[in-house]
């Protein structure tokens, strides 16, 4: 059974941090590219962050860039996101998602919430 399982989300003040992590199983995660995709309330999804199959690829939607830091551990077949200087507007619900380079198969975690207010 394929799974990837999101944790860390919370509430939290702005300018504060939060570790997101996303626990993968039942594929080959090392043939995975793996991206954080965010939904904020009333709106569609947002890309955030992708990491490439053996780390050493990573982009970063822009308003993201320089808070945001994307990682991931095939050992553990588990990525990160870490968050710093968060913003009202940071909250949503932020989804794991798998990709297999050069096919369709793709996953999608549960999410997980993140609310960044005073």
């Known amino acids: 059974e394929v799974q990837l399982v999101e944790s860390g989300g919370g509430l939290v003040q702005p300018g504060g941090s939060l570790r997101l992590s996303c626990a993968a199983s039942?594929?080959?995660?090392?043939?995975?590219?793996m991206n954080w995709v965010r939904q904020a309330p009333g709106k569609g999804l947002e890309w955030v962050s992708v990491?490439?199959?053996?780390?050493?690829?990573?982009y970063y939607a822009e308003s993201m860039k320089g808070r945001f830091t994307i990682s991931r551990d095939n050992a553990k077949n588990t990525i990160y996101l870490q968050m710093n200087s968060l913003r009202p507007e940071d909250t949503a619900v932020y989804y794991c998602?798998?990709?297999?380079?050069?096919?369709?198969?793709?996953?999608w975690g549960q999410g997980t919430q993140v609310t960044v207010s005073s």
């Open positions: 998602h798998g990709r297999e380079l050069g096919t369709w198969n793709e996953y």
């Open positions: 039942g594929f080959a995660f090392d043939d995975y590219a």
């Open positions: 990491v490439r199959r053996f780390g050493g690829s990573r």
